[in-house]
């Protein structure tokens, strides 16, 4: 008499391949979530180096850095119509129209040299710049008086807050940053009592 093989598996086989499995999601999710704060760490990184390369080359045409919002935030001071950071870099509005002599971006870039022309992933539903975390909470400083350092007091009076975080000063030291242009901005999910930041300078 010819007995039936166990075609199925029993209960315990099964429990035992899907605790196997839950070890492995475990293991394996966090990999790729942290290799993809990684990335965009890179990339927020490389837009940093790209929008310092259009202010440095604002410099180089007209002898000092632009003087973008009071706030140093990189949206500060945005309206429907207006954004100051952009308007100013890309020589245009948002929406593609051209610069009346009297906006503050036409009268600082009176040549109107489009300094850096920026993408569709830069710019968010309501027309902020955004970083590759889709972060608008960016901050903007330059070396206003030309001494080769960016320092509190001479460039600007309070290091904007990104996302309710400010640098402390094993970051932006008293002495300052040795640099023309920074930017920074928080890390998405940080916190106070753990505050992260992506910097241009490090």
């Given at each position: 008499?010819?007995?039936?093989?166990?075609?199925?598996?029993?209960?315990?086989?099964?429990?035992?391949?899907?605790?196997?499995?839950?070890?492995?999601?475990?293991?394996?999710?966090?990999?790729?979530?942290?290799?993809?704060?990684?990335?965009?760490?890179?990339?927020?990184?490389?837009?940093?180096?790209?929008?310092?390369?259009?202010?440095?080359?604002?410099?180089?045409?007209?002898?000092?850095?632009?003087?973008?919002?009071?706030?140093?935030?990189?949206?500060?001071?945005?309206?429907?119509?207006?954004?100051?950071?952009?308007?100013?870099?890309?020589?245009?509005?948002?929406?593609?129209?051209?610069?009346?002599?009297?906006?503050?971006?036409?009268?600082?870039?009176r040549k109107l040299l489009a300094l850096h022309l920026f993408g569709e992933?830069?710019?968010d539903a309501a027309g902020l710049v955004r970083?590759?975390?889709?972060?608008?909470?960016?901050?903007?400083?330059?070396?206003?008086?030309?001494?080769?350092?960016?320092?509190?007091?001479?460039?600007?009076?309070?290091?904007?807050?990104?996302?309710?975080?400010?640098?402390?000063?094993?970051?932006?030291?008293?002495?300052?940053?040795?640099?023309?242009?920074?930017?920074?901005?928080?890390?998405?999910?940080?916190?106070?009592?753990?505050?992260?930041?992506?910097?241009?300078?490090?």
């Open positions: 008499m010819r007995t039936r093989g166990h075609a199925a598996f029993t209960l315990l086989e099964l429990l035992a391949v899907i605790a196997l499995i839950g070890l492995l999601a475990a293991l394996i999710f966090p990999a790729f979530g942290a290799a993809r704060r990684s990335a965009g760490k890179a990339k927020t990184k490389v837009q940093f180096a790209q929008w310092t390369a259009a202010i440095e080359s604002f410099r180089a045409e007209y002898g000092y850095y632009p003087a973008f919002d009071a706030s140093g935030l990189v949206n500060g001071g945005v309206t429907p119509t207006d954004h100051l950071f952009h308007d100013l870099l890309a020589a245009r509005k948002r929406d593609g129209s051209a610069l009346a002599p009297t906006d503050a971006a036409a009268q600082q870039n992933g830069e710019l970083d590759a975390f889709e972060n608008t909470a960016l901050a903007v400083l330059t070396d206003r008086d030309l001494d080769g350092v960016i320092k509190e007091g001479t460039d600007f009076t309070t290091l904007p807050a990104v996302g309710g975080l400010t640098p402390g000063a094993a970051d932006f030291p008293p002495t300052g940053i040795r640099a023309g242009v920074i930017f920074y901005a928080p890390v998405p999910g940080d916190t106070a009592a753990n505050p992260g930041f992506i910097f241009s300078w490090k």
